[in-house]
């Protein structure tokens, strides 16, 4: 069974950090590109970023850059983000996002179809 299971969120005061966790079953992990996409409470779903399949290309949301990092491990199968210096407003459920790309792009979009696997998120609350 293909699935995408994250973790690593939780209660975290403003200028703290967390590192979430997306491991990955079922699918040739190198020919994925993959996202992280979170949505915040009362919003819609905000890309925030994207490592093609083999790890070459990175990309990130002008609004998180310089403050997380976007990494994946083939070996284990799993997509990271190391999140850090959070803001109150980045309380949101964090979504990892999958899209079967072996052209070394990525997806830097929020659209649901524009992905072929979805997690079920992890809660991020920042709170003071």
């Known amino acids: 069974e293909v699935q995408l299971v994250e973790s690593g969120g939780g209660l975290v005061q403003p200028g703290g950090s967390l590192r979430l966790v997306c491991e990955t079953s079922g699918l040739t992990f190198r020919n994925y590109a993959m996202s992280w996409v979170r949505q915040a409470p009362g919003k819609e779903l905000e890309w925030v970023s994207g490592?093609?399949?083999?790890?070459?290309?990175?990309y990130y949301a002008d609004s998180v850059k310089g403050r997380f990092t976007i990494f994946r491990d083939s070996a284990k199968s799993t997509l990271y983000l190391q999140l850090n210096s959070l803001k109150s407003e980045e309380t949101a459920m964090y979504y990892c996002?999958?899209?079967?790309?072996?052209?070394?792009?990525?997806?830097?979009?929020?659209?649901?179809?524009?992905?072929?696997?979805w997690g079920r998120g992890t809660q991020v609350t920042v709170y003071s």
């Open positions: 996002a999958a899209k079967r790309k072996t052209d070394g792009t990525v997806v830097r979009t929020a659209t649901h179809f524009d992905y072929d696997l």
């Open positions: 490592i093609s399949g083999g790890g070459m290309f990175i």
